[in-house]
């Protein structure tokens, strides 16, 4: 697997040079920049929109329509008791710690992450070896990425700001080349394969027993504490329900369980879908869009039957594609090693836990293909135990590999029954499934049978404690009560909360009798396999992934380029007169109204630059199709058209070239069918032609 920062075409990743492109182009932007910008806020402009909603169309038909998801849209703002239940409130939280000196927060696990990181490339600068960029760090990596886009701080907290001048001194330091003992090498780096398996506790012995320190101050940071990642508000003008932002969109689809499935015709499996607005008070967000406060979400709940090994109907269709996988021993050991194999493989031995996590793991490889995002640059890893969030029992990331190493950009979780039983439980409300069997079944039981006139009175105040203790009780607990009923008259039964917690019973109170009973309904909590889409995450790997350099004829400057595919490009055509000469105005307005017409965004150029100066500002912009009208146009009807990657360029009448972008853009040709079809252009002259 690729383990460098590389550009599409394999050259080294110039960042800074992307970043000033993609702010040049508007693809983002520091949010609040006038008023000194505010950390982990970004606003798109119009090519980010646009991809971005490219990237959500495609998801919308990769699965909504593919697999007949229901859809809904959520409100943001969630009430306490909601986000208590689902165990948010408590457990939604990141380490953090904090420097005694200059008073900077910092997130326990990334400090210690990037302390020992600098170590390990002092350590390898002092035994001469080839340092590599920061290719195994997480989202939070090297800030210097961030600040050379945003330049942001919202000029409150030392923590907030992008261009942190003691970030610099701490990266000058922590570059010193000292050279460690191997065995202490080999430590650093397991710590570091698993640094997402340890909670505050031991993230502050960490920092105690490698005596890590701020290289800003040289001060060891306070304990670490837990820091809700909750933005908390006040529901109405009363203030009296407060609330949050939703940090998932996923609890608005739990709610509404019952109604989705009786829409659903109580049919299952059945899934739901939503795309929406999420929000975290991330502690220290210092990398671009890969860490923000406020970001776009595109989540699935798939509920699932627990009983049958959560089998999927359309396994068989996904079971050959080979995916690598990064296994948690793998990762306890100290290793970061994927292994690639099928995912047929990885269920049958184990490895994923059932086919349904497995279908969705492949289905998100695929989406991440179709979209454009490098195979080569994808790996699954499965969470550790301590790192699963409080309500998964098993979960993979799909993680892409950029500039600042592996991110996670989706999580695929397999959440159990937790949050429909905890909501259930809490309310009252039945979110279950109720099954009619094909065959009653037969049930023969023990059975409790309370004589309720009788046991009220005699109990008073703990009458209902002890009956719900009882009816709580097992079927092997049930049997021994019956026999002690059966041979002494009575028997005694645990209530914690009552007397010393032995409460005696009698047998004119109850009976406990073995009963036959027919069951034509099965009821039952459905699991649920949960793929959570980080959007912003994505487009931005999609940016890197796809960005290259070619050189310019006269050899000076490099140009960028955006290989998107043509379904995700931000504008499909780029329309170029050969000369802002009247007699093209007509031909440009009717070539973008019939474009207009066939589904194809375009944009028109018609500045005084060059051709190529105009090709070449939007192959910047992804733009996969030119169009160039000129005389001859004019004369008989005639365009050329250029692949933006090969710069090739073939001319057609318009209409032709109208359907060739069409099926282009649709995925149903391509260049090369194209090329085929359609004569070759050589006339014009581009200004770059090589790639470096
Ligand atoms: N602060 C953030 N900024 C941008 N995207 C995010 C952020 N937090 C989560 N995401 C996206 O949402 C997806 C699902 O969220 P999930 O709760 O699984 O993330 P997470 O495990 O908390 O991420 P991390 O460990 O990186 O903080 C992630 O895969 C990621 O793409």
Known sequence: MTTTATTLKGQPLDKAALESLLRRRLFYTPSFEIYGGVSGLYDYGPPGCALQANIIDLWRKHFILEEDMLEVDCTVLTPHEVLKTSGHVEKFADWMCKDPKNGEILRADHFVEDVLESRLKGDKEARGQKVEEKV??????????????????????????????KRKKKKAKGQEAIKLDDAVVQEYEEVLAKIDNYNGDQLGELIKKYDLRNPATGEQPSPPVAFNLMFQTAIGPSSNTPGYLRPETAQGQFLNFAKLLEFNTGQMPFASASIGKSYRNEISPRAGLLRVREFLMAEIEHFVDPEGHKKHHRFHEVEDIELEFLDRHVQLSGKTTTTKQTVGKAVKDGLVDNETLGYFLARIHLFLKKIGIDQSKIRFRQHMANEMAHYACDCWDAELLTSTGWVECVGCADRSAYDLSVHAKKTG????????????????????????????????????????????????????????????????????????????????????????RVENIREYTPNVIEPSFGIGRILYSLMEHNYWTRASEGGDEARGVLSFPPAVAPTKVLIVPLSSHKDFAPTVRKLSQKLRSAGLSSRVDDSSASIGKRYSRNDELGTPFGVTVDFQTVKDDTITLRERDSTRQVRAEEDKIIEAIRALVDGTKTWQDIESELPLFEGQQEVEVTVR
Do not use: C, H, M
Not at 142 to 160: F, I, M, R, Y
Not at 473 to 484: I, S
């Open 429 to 516: 409300a039945p979110l279950i499934v109720r099954q009619r069997l094909d065959e009653p079944k037969i049930i023969e039981e023990w059975a409790v049978e309370i004589e309720k006139k009788k046991f009220g009175p005699f109990y008073k105040k703990d009458g209902k404690t002890i009956e719900a203790a009882i009816l709580a009780t097992t079927q092997e607990e049930r049997g021994k009560l019956a026999k002690d009923l059966e041979e002494n008259g009575k028997a005694i039964v645990k209530v914690p909360s009552v007397g010393d917690g032995n409460v005696e019973v009698s047998k004119d109170l109850l009976a406990i009798k073995w009963q036959k």
């Open 136 to 165: 195994e760090e997480k989202a939070d990596g090297p800030k210097k990425s961030e600040a050379a886009l945003a330049q942001v701080g919202d000029g409150q907290k030392t923590e907030e700001k992008a261009e942190d001048p």
